[in-house]
């Protein structure tokens, strides 16, 4: 499966973004689908995930202000992000799973998008 991750942007602190991942291929449902971020000097870290059946999970550090969900005819995968912090300025990627151990880390994922950059400024 191909990702293409979009809707990144500059927002002023307190704001909102949306951000999308479009997946090529028809298995789309069939993956566990993943958002992770990496700031400039920092390892890429988890931010949310969803499973199959719809099942949420987030990072401690954005729950309560981000949502992911996903809209399986569409292919595409979404990332609801508001009330930014600065803290949030990352690049952003999307990635997807056929059936690993872990929501959580990077090397259970088997496919990623090339990334959207937020920013968000003070």
């Known amino acids: 499966v191909q990702l293409q991750a979009s809707g990144g942007g500059l927002v002023q602190a307190g704001g909102s973004l949306r951000l999308s991942c479009a997946a090529s291929?028809?298995?789309?449902?069939?993956?566990?689908m993943g958002w992770f971020r990496q700031a400039p000097g920092m390892e890429r870290e988890f931010v949310s995930a969803?499973?199959?059946?719809?099942?949420?999970y987030y990072a401690d550090s954005v729950k309560g202000r981000f949502t992911t969900s996903r809209d399986n005819a569409k292919n595409t995968l979404y990332l609801q992000m508001n009330s930014l912090k600065p803290e949030d300025t990352a690049v952003y990627y999307c990635?997807?799973?056929?059936?690993?151990?872990?929501?959580?880390?990077?090397?259970?994922?088997?496919?990623w998008g090339q990334g959207t950059l937020v920013t968000v400024s003070s």
């Open positions: 291929g028809r298995t789309f449902s069939s993956y566990a």
């Open positions: 990635a997807a799973q056929k059936g690993g151990s872990s929501w959580y880390a990077p090397k259970e994922y088997d496919y």
């Open positions: 969803i499973g199959w059946s719809g099942s949420t």
